[in-house]
């Protein structure tokens, strides 16, 4: 990948992260088509992925909580990525794993996604709803 297609850098890290009949999983190389379609445009779903895959950690990539957080708020404040609002609001809706919680900041990027057309945010709002009933 010379020619520096960030779009081809971020898909062909989707298929080797998943792999497939043909294709062998390769989650080492999936993550560094990732960091360099971030790296060389800005990618927003790039960023998204590697967030993920940090954020859970797998198959020998550590976690790395911080650099998810700051991949997720990237994906936002740079594409309005509504994956990364819910991903990052259920992060500071719930602390944890070394993430401060912050529940109006959750909410509210929950809220965004849920308006986005988001079926999962709207799902976890209505769970923290109810949650905050039965206190």
Not at 24 to 31: L, Q, S
Not at 112 to 120: K, L, R
Request: proline share 1%; with cysteine; hydrophobic share 40%.
């Amino acid at each position: 990948m010379d020619g520096g297609d960030v779009e081809a850098m971020s898909r062909l890290g989707v298929v080797l992260y998943d792999g497939t009949s043909a294709i062998e999983k390769d989650i080492g190389r999936a993550t560094e088509l990732w960091s360099r379609a971030i790296d060389e445009g800005d990618h927003v779903q790039a960023m998204v992925n590697l967030a993920v895959l940090l954020e859970e950690g797998c198959d020998g990539i550590q976690k790395d909580i911080d650099r998810a957080v700051d991949l997720y708020s990237r994906a936002i404040d740079e594409g309005k990525s509504i994956e990364a609002m819910r991903r990052l609001g259920t992060l500071l809706l719930t602390g944890g794993e070394g993430v401060e919680a912050n529940i109006p900041g959750g909410l509210y990027l929950l809220v965004e996604a849920s308006n986005g057309g988001d079926v999962e945010a709207k799902r976890l709002l209505l769970d923290y709803h109810i949650s905050q009933e039965e206190e």
